[in-house]
């Protein structure tokens, strides 16, 4: 297993430029199995989450080639419903093949995606969903399977909103007999993303980025092309290291309009930004102030950036409270940063940090995604030498962030785990 070894105390100083957001390419290919007709898909991130994405497309037997920089699907005809347990287990993300099948297949059989180093994680909305939309669903063998001659269009509202949740229902009214409208919708711009590239397909949707969106089913789709948005949380991660180093970054190619709240709550930390159309410009100056924050789905303060964040208020100046409202034990880089000399203390769903005015390297787990860009960002700032370990959770959905990282004059480097 790799590690990343990091020394840290340098502010980083030049420009980053953000790729394709994952969790947009991730729901993009997915739909790709609502038709037939060529897909060509640009700024596609090269991280394992989106590998494995299509991995699962080409076991269902769809084609997916890489041809330069872009990414071509054919789906004319689709041969296998199935997504097994071996590859859902690597990606939860895999649900989302569960709508499109249903939809244009009228069978699918899913690996119900298991425990979560986050929180629980269920699908009871998606299965909820579908079977509103006429689907028949069964968890049998610890498979999902869901049947349906052709779904229908209904209302359907969700709880709370649900990102995936939200993705797997609109791809299954794309094809389904009639309108359907998806109630307290996620308003996240990975599904507005999704929507513009299924209506350049024929799909018919409006409302998406709000909560309610309307779908009125058609019988197929044809192929587009399409490019993938930045991702805003990679890019958020990019202006994180830069304030907690006390640096001078620029984030190229990413929207500052999708990053709202994470830019408020920098500025109120004393970071200075300049947006720009595709750019964002820090500068600190001096040392940052703490300040609360609540996740909370878009346009909250992603959960995504939960971590980074915790890390940042680590070294502000006073008490900061974050409280994570979307997943419940999303605190797992706590104990981490502690040993990093953090004074953090959980109280239920927040953490109560009192900032210190350094960090000191240490040898550090991670958890999940977010957590290692959270500990890496920590390390970035330390004092002396930080390993994380297990960062084939950040290869998960961060492309090339140690060359990315070094390009701004950190040292960081990829090494194999020594072995206990
Ligand atoms: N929920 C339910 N039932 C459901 C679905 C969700 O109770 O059927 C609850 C969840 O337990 C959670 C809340 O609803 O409390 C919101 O979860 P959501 O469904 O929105 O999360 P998700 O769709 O599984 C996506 C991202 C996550 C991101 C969350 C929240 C993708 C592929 N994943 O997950 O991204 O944290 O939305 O914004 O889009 C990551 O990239 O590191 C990551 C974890």
Redesign the pocket.
């Known amino acids: 297993m790799d590690q990343i070894v990091i020394q840290g105390g340098r502010p980083l100083r030049g420009e980053v430029r953000t790729s394709g957001a994952?969790?947009a390419a991730?729901?993009i290919l997915a739909s790709t199995i609502l038709g037939g007709g060529e897909c060509v898909l640009s700024n596609m991130p090269r991280v394992v989450?989106v590998l494995t994405m299509g991995k699962l497309l080409g076991m269902l037997g769809i084609a997916v080639t890489h041809e330069g920089d872009h990414t071509v699907v054919q789906a004319h005809s689709v041969a296998s419903t199935e997504a097994p347990y071996d590859l859902v287990r690597t990606m939860?993300?895999s649900v989302?093949v569960l709508g499109p099948l249903v939809a244009r297949l009228g069978e699918a059989k899913v690996s119900l995606p298991g425990g979560c180093a986050?929180?629980?994680?269920?699908?009871?909305?998606?299965?909820?969903g579908l079977e509103r939309m006429g689907a028949i669903v069964e968890i049998e063998h610890g498979y999902i399977k869901a049947t349906a001659r052709r779904l229908k269009g209904c209302r359907i509202y969700f709880?709370?909103?649900?990102?995936?949740?939200?993705?797997n229902l609109m791809m299954a009214a794309v094809l389904a007999d009639g309108t359907t409208i998806l109630e307290n919708a996620?308003k996240?711009p990975?599904i507005t993303d999704l929507s513009a590239f299924l209506v350049k397909r024929g799909a018919r949707i409006a409302g998406a980025g709000t909560d309610m969106i309307t779908i009125e089913g058609v019988t197929e789709l044809h192929g587009a092309d399409h490019e993938v948005i930045p991702d805003r949380?990679e890019a958020g991660t990019y202006l994180v290291a830069g304030a907690i180093t006390g640096g001078q970054v620029v984030v190229e190619r990413c929207r500052p309009e999708h990053m709202e709240p994470l830019l408020v709550k920098l500025r109120e930390s004393g970071v200075e930004l300049a947006e720009e159309k595709e750019c964002i410009r820090l500068k600190v100056a001096g040392r940052l102030k703490g300040t609360n924050v609540r996740t909370s789905?878009?346009p909250g303060f992603?959960?995504?950036m939960q971590a980074q964040f915790v890390a940042l208020m680590a070294v502000a100046e006073g008490t900061s409270v974050v409280t994570e409202t979307?997943?419940?034990s999303r605190f797992m880089h706590v104990e981490e940063l502690r040993r990093m000399g953090a004074d953090i203390r959980v109280e239920g769903n927040r953490v109560v940090v009192t900032g210190k005015e350094r960090l000191t390297g240490a040898p550090v787990m991670a958890s999940?995604?977010?957590a290692s860009a959270g500990l890496i960002v920590a390390g970035l700032a330390a004092e002396g030498t930080t390993e994380v370990s297990r960062v084939y959770h950040l290869d998960?959905?961060y492309e090339r962030l140690e060359e990315k990282f070094r390009a701004l004059g950190a040292s960081v480097e990829r090494r194999k785990e020594k072995c206990p």
Do not use: C, M, Q, Y
């Not at 986050?118 to 909820?128: D, E, T, Y």
């Open positions: 994952k969790n991730l729901p989450d939860r993300a989302l986050i929180g629980s994680r269920p699908v009871n909305f998606h299965l909820a709880d709370t909103p649900s990102v995936t949740g939200t993705e996620a996240e990975e949380i789905p878009h992603p959960t995504d979307i997943f419940e999940d995604l977010r998960r959905g």
